[in-house]
């Protein structure tokens, strides 16, 4: 399908990433499928009855593979769909069904879970299935679960019945983190007298709320004082935050550039940064990051610089160091597949996949760095949207979801 092709789909923009692109196209996909299997006298429109019909159908599939069938009547959820009143569905009322991607990873969970089959989970059967994947994650050298089974159980088991539902089961999964605040968000949040500037007195009042908000929860408070925040802010000095100044605090500072990497490590200014002066920032680096509350390094400066000296001179040039302010480019899509994909099948087998991620995980521990936080069959369910058991190049496509969320704007006051 060409761009144009895919523009003309509802809901796509020729601005949309691939990832938004990729998504709104399966979703059109789905509905396509839907349309074509409900509308029975192809007229264009689904009838009340013909959507009974799926439904009917669809529950019978269900039970006989020993799922729950849906907890809404089909004249329930007909009418819910049908937005106009008028006792059709057209192709895009019938595509409010199809956002939803089909529910295999939360069948497949199921059955992993209810061992005894009887359409339910008891907290034995969650325990002994959460210890099992544990020990397959320590045999591979990842992190245990930091939240015991009986919580997690716990958490999931929404009505109390010490059972967990189908429907419970399906709210396993991995939220998105939330979005950061946006400038105008903000910009209300600490704008106290609504004058379209924040005075020093409203960002502190604001940030002390914060910091007392985050202490009740058990969070951390603000690694950087307040005061330091706002003067850091204040680009004109005038002692009050615009929209624009305010900004700044929704969205990262930008990367260093070549520049001035260079001017900070090259002390004697001679054009070229020898291992002492390497070091010496580095230290000077490590120890402020340490006094503000961040995380030191993880690779020693040492092996960082030889990493860098590509001509072994023991002197970094400022092509050489200009790499500190230019992280590589994550490789294609494409090439990655060519990569990981051993028996060139054009897909990921799970084996190909955990095979990949246990070999990521033993060079992040040969450098000293952190292993994955996610055991590798639980990301691959994630991705298998379709749960064929292969990841397909448009699966690899979608766009990963951050390991974590990003910090809050209290983290930063």
Same mark, same amino acid.
């Given at each position: 399908?060409?761009?144009?092709?895919?523009?003309?789909?509802?809901?796509?923009?020729?601005?949309?990433?691939?990832?938004?692109?990729?998504?709104?196209?399966?979703?059109?996909?789905?509905?396509?499928?839907?349309?074509?299997?409900?509308?029975?006298?192809?007229?264009?429109?689904?009838?009340?009855?013909?959507?009974?019909? =799926?439904?009917?159908?669809?529950?019978?599939?269900?039970?006989?593979?020993?799922?729950?069938?849906?907890?809404?009547?089909?004249?329930?959820?007909?009418?819910?769909?049908?937005?106009? =009143?008028?006792?059709?569905?057209?192709?895009?009322?019938?595509?409010?069904?199809?956002?939803?991607?089909?529910?295999?990873?939360?069948?497949?969970?199921?059955?992993?879970?209810?061992?005894?089959?009887?359409?339910?989970?008891?907290?034995?059967?969650?325990? /002994?299935?959460?210890?099992?994947?544990?020990?397959?994650?320590?045999?591979?050298?990842?992190?245990?679960?930091?939240?015991?089974?009986?919580?997690?159980?716990?958490?999931?088991?929404?009505?109390?019945?010490?059972?967990?539902?189908?429907?419970?089961?399906?709210?396993? =999964?991995?939220?998105?983190?939330?979005?950061?605040?946006?400038?105008?968000?903000?910009?209300?949040?600490?704008?106290?007298?609504?004058?379209?500037?924040?005075?020093?007195?409203?960002?502190?009042?604001?940030?002390?709320?914060?910091?007392?908000?985050?202490?009740?929860?058990?969070?951390?408070?603000?690694?950087?004082?307040?005061?330091?925040?706002?003067?850091?802010?204040?680009? %004109?000095?005038?002692?009050?935050?615009?929209?624009?100044?305010?900004?700044?605090?929704?969205?990262?500072?930008?990367?260093?550039?070549?520049?001035?990497?260079?001017?900070?490590?090259?002390?004697?200014?001679?054009?070229?940064?020898?291992?002492?002066?390497?070091?010496?920032?580095?230290?000077?680096?490590?120890?402020?990051?340490?006094? %503000?509350?961040?995380?030191?390094?993880?690779?020693?400066?040492?092996?960082?610089?030889?990493?860098?000296?590509?001509?072994?001179?023991?002197?970094?040039?400022?092509?050489?160091?200009?790499?500190?302010?230019?992280?590589?480019?994550?490789?294609?899509?494409?090439?990655?597949?060519?990569?990981?994909?051993?028996?060139?099948?054009?897909?990921?087998?799970?084996?190909?996949?955990?095979?990949?991620?246990?070999?990521?995980?033993?060079?992040?521990?040969?450098? =000293?760095?952190?292993?994955?936080?996610?055991? /590798?069959?639980?990301?691959?369910?994630?991705?298998?949207?379709?749960?064929?058991?292969?990841?397909?190049?448009?699966?690899?496509?979608?766009?990963?979801?951050?390991?974590?969320?990003?910090?809050?704007?209290?983290?930063?006051?």
């Amino acid at each position: 399908m060409t761009i144009s092709g895919i523009s003309s789909i509802q809901g796509i923009s020729p601005t949309d990433t691939q990832g938004d692109m990729i998504r709104a196209v399966q979703q059109h996909r789905r509905t396509v499928r839907a349309m074509t299997d409900l509308d029975s006298d192809k007229s264009g429109g689904i009838s009340s009855e013909e959507f009974a019909a =799926g439904a009917q159908k669809m529950k019978e599939k269900a039970a006989a593979q020993g799922l729950p069938g849906p907890q809404k009547s089909p004249e329930e959820v007909f009418a819910e769909l049908d937005k106009n =009143g008028d006792s059709s569905l057209s192709f895009e009322e019938l595509a409010e069904i199809a956002k939803n991607p089909p529910p295999g990873q939360a069948i497949r969970r199921m059955k992993r879970l209810d061992a005894d089959e009887n359409g339910e989970v008891s907290e034995e059967e969650f325990t /002994a299935e959460r210890e099992a994947r544990a020990a397959q994650a320590a045999a591979l050298g990842l992190p245990a679960p930091q939240t015991s089974a009986a919580e997690a159980f716990a958490n999931l088991d929404k009505d109390g019945n010490s059972t967990l539902s189908f429907q419970e089961v399906a709210a396993i =999964g991995h939220p998105r983190p939330p979005q950061p605040p946006s400038p105008g968000q903000m910009m209300k949040q600490f704008d106290a007298d609504q004058s379209g500037s924040i005075s020093s007195e409203e960002f502190l009042t604001e940030a002390q709320r914060m910091a007392d908000n985050a202490a009740a929860n058990g969070l951390p408070g603000p690694r950087i004082p307040p005061a330091e925040v706002f003067a850091s802010l204040d680009k %004109n000095g005038d002692s009050s935050l615009s929209f624009e100044e305010l900004a700044a605090l929704a969205k990262p500072p930008p990367p260093p550039s070549p520049g001035q990497v260079m001017k900070q490590f090259d002390a004697d200014q001679s054009g070229s940064v020898s291992s002492e002066e390497f070091l010496t920032e580095a230290q000077r680096m490590a120890e402020h990051a340490a006094a %503000n509350g961040l995380p030191s390094p993880q690779v020693p400066p040492e092996e960082v610089f030889a990493s860098l000296d590509k001509n072994g001179d023991s002197s970094l040039s400022f092509q050489e160091l200009s790499v500190l302010a230019r992280p590589p480019k994550p490789p294609p899509m494409q090439q990655i597949l060519n990569q990981v994909d051993t028996d060139k099948s054009g897909n990921l087998s799970l084996e190909e996949f955990t095979a990949e991620a246990k070999r990521l995980a033993e060079r992040a521990e040969a450098l =000293g760095l952190p292993g994955p936080q996610r055991p /590798a069959e639980e990301v691959f369910a994630e991705l298998d949207q379709n749960g064929d058991q292969i990841l397909s190049f448009e699966e690899l496509a979608a766009p990963a979801k951050p390991p974590a969320p990003p910090a809050p704007p209290s983290g930063a006051v």
